[in-house]
């Protein structure tokens, strides 16, 4: 398997434009994170999904923010409008599903898409 | 919010040195896994340690961990300039069937040839 495959890798864009980050998650897996990180906040959860559905969204810091995951091999992060204080590494990660209780949650994460808006 | 804590926050050490970080959480746990992540690329996962295990083993890797205190060490043994990343403590949220994790916010390691 090819992993968590995100794109693009690198973004740069200005205020105001519609960013889509998008995601593939590893086929099989069932929970799909979309994560953000920030020298000054770490790493935040924006949302996660199970079985193609947004169980989570509390994370997600503005209605700007909207993530969709219209199939079990795709999932979306939109930003519109993007504002400069968006600007982060982006990364999606899956993890198969594991039971509930003590389950364990372990994540495979992509590599990340890095986000700049000027 | 961030649920874990790691200590210290820079860690340099000389190449085969052993390496120890620590992670203090607030809430109980069900799970406590620690993640690499290296310059520029996305977080690898490394060990996990259930809230009934005290002690796990993974090849140059020890972990431990002591609920009651709340906390869990990560112990690098024989380091190499390769384990220069960052290193993550995650949780989740005991009794819970909610599949988040929570992230600390790492300790960097620089290992020195």
């Known amino acids: 398997d090819a992993g968590v495959i995100q794109s693009p890798r690198h973004e740069v864009t200005e205020m105001g434009q519609e960013v889509t980050l998008r995601c593939k998650p590893i086929?099989?897996?069932?929970?799909l994170f979309w994560y953000r990180q920030t020298m000054m906040r770490g790493l935040e959860l924006l949302i996660y999904f199970n079985n193609n559905v947004p169980i989570d969204d509390s994370g997600m810091p503005e209605d700007r923010f909207s993530a969709k995951m219209p199939n079990a091999s795709f999932s979306t992060l939109k930003i519109q409008p993007s504002e400069p204080r968006d600007s982060a590494v982006y990364f999606c990660?899956?993890?198969?599903?594991?039971?509930?209780?003590?389950?364990?949650?372990?994540?495979?994460f992509g590599a990340g898409s890095r986000l700049t808006v000027l | 919010s961030q649920q874990g804590e790691e200590d210290p926050q820079a860690l340099s050490i000389q190449e085969g040195e052993n390496a120890t970080m620590n992670c203090s959480y607030k809430t109980s746990i069900n799970n406590l896994q620690w993640y690499r992540q290296n310059s520029g690329r996305g977080l690898v996962h490394l060990i996990l340690i259930r809230s009934n295990e005290r002690e796990k083993h993974s090849g140059r890797l020890r972990v431990t961990l002591d609920t009651s205190k709340k906390s869990s060490s990560l112990l690098i043994t024989a380091s190499r300039a390769a384990d220069t990343a960052s290193y993550f403590c995650?949780?989740?949220?005991?009794?819970?069937?909610?599949?988040?994790?929570?992230f600390g916010a790492g300790t960097t390691v620089t290992v020195r040839a």
């Open positions: 990660a899956s993890s198969p599903w594991t039971g509930g209780g003590s389950g364990a949650n372990v994540l495979t």
């Open positions: 086929s099989g897996h069932d929970y």
């Open positions: 995650a949780t989740d949220a005991q009794g819970s069937n909610d599949y988040k994790l929570s």
